[in-house]
T-cell receptor, first 112, second 114 residues
């Protein structure tokens, strides 16, 4: 799996957009970018994933650079309930089901 | 019940006890997973059951024994655990099609070994 690099922590004001960066400079052509989050003491929650086009769903937007070496998860209007650890994961299209490797993630704190 | 459920939510056990964690998924998925999350550490994949096959992390001690009787149920049998096994144990499921698939997690079982 490609290694990802994320900032350890970030703060965001409530109501503002939260932009969480992720570097995956060694990503290969057959790997998707996935984002999950984990609210304290709960199970991780799937947010979004993409290959090379920008993606949007009801939770967030995912912007992937043209060279695919980095991406940004955008929470358009952060709320206090978005405080969580956010994980960026790259994963191949095919292969063993085990290949979903969580790193240390980014602790996002939404401030009132 | 919807999604992925886990029981019990909290468990305290002695090192000589035998207990089991249960996971049930109501999503029609065909792959289930056990993860371990120790304090201030990333999630660690322990076991995968996919298309009725078992895949495991070779670093998991034999005192953890998984069982998957069908595609909706997954158990983790525990015996003679150590205090360092205290952690949050998370179950997940996905629709494994060989092209990945997002995983849906349960709330976890908080295990304390005394």
């Amino acid at each position: 799996d490609a290694k990802t690099t994320q900032p350890t922590s970030m703060d965001c004001a409530e109501g503002r957009a939260a932009n969480l960066p992720c570097n995956h400079s060694t990503i290969s052509g057959n790997e998707y970018v996935y984002w999950y989050r984990q609210i304290h003491s709960q199970g991780p929650q799937y947010i979004i994933h993409g290959l090379k086009n920008n993606e949007t769903n009801e939770m967030a937007s995912l912007i992937i650079t043209e060279d695919r070496k980095s991406s940004t998860l955008i929470l358009p209007h952060a709320t206090l309930r978005d405080t969580a650890v956010y994980y960026c994961i790259v994963r191949p299209l095919s292969g063993s089901a085990r290949q979903l490797t969580f790193g240390s993630g980014t602790q996002l704190t939404v401030l009132p | 019940e919807t999604g992925v459920t886990q029981t019990p939510r909290h468990l305290v056990m002695g090192m000589t006890n035998k207990k089991s964690l249960k996971c049930e998924q109501h999503l029609g998925h065909n792959a289930m997973y056990w993860y371990k999350q120790s304090a201030k550490k990333p999630l660690e994949l322990m076991f995968v059951y996919s298309l009725e096959e078992r895949v495991e992390n070779n670093s998991v001690p034999s005192r953890f024994s998984p069982e998957c009787p069908n595609s909706s149920h997954l158990f983790l049998h525990l015996h003679t655990l150590q205090p360092e096994d205290s952690a949050l144990y998370l179950c997940a499921s996905s629709q494994y099609s060989g092209r990945g698939g997002e995983q849906y997690f349960g709330p976890g079982t908080r295990l304390t070994v005394t």
